[in-house]
């Protein structure tokens, strides 16, 4: 069972970044697209973006758009989550999610059901 840790989250005031982290060793980039959710108290878990096996066509939420960034570094298999301008709203458990989406290289997944391997998650705390 391939494994998927995220790390980075924490506490943060309204307006500044924070940056989170995913690694999957054995779960390749070339194979496998990958995705951030993130679940609030109470809440059901949401997409927030993804990235195709090819990193092209970045998928974003529209409430991040302009605030987060998803990237890749394939030297060191890590995904990344780049947060700027957090909100209070944005205060949720992050979960890093890989999956294998057959045949669709350029294609950034949105459901959870796209998602074949998920980390426990990271809390992000964003106060006012």
């Known amino acids: 069972q391939a494994q998927v840790v995220e790390s980075g989250g924490g506490l943060a005031q309204a307006g500044e970044s924070l940056r989170l982290s995913c690694t999957a060793p054995?779960?390749?980039?070339?194979?496998?697209?990958r995705g951030w959710f993130r679940q609030a108290p109470g809440k059901e878990r949401e997409i927030v973006s993804s990235?195709?096996?090819?990193?092209?066509?970045?998928y974003y939420r529209d409430s991040v758009k302009g605030r987060f960034t998803i990237s890749r570094d394939k030297a060191k298999n890590t995904l990344h989550l780049q947060m700027n301008s957090l909100k209070p709203e944005d205060t949720a458990t992050y979960f890093c999610?890989?999956?294998?989406?057959?045949?669709?290289?350029?294609?950034?997944?949105?459901?959870?059901?796209?998602?074949?391997?998920w980390g426990q998650g990271t809390r992000v705390t964003v106060s006012s």
């Open positions: 990235i195709s096996r090819t990193g092209r066509n970045p």
């Open positions: 999610a890989a999956g294998r989406t057959p045949g669709l290289y350029n294609y950034a997944p949105r459901a959870q059901t796209d998602f074949d391997y």
């Open positions: 054995g779960l390749s980039f070339d194979d496998y697209a």
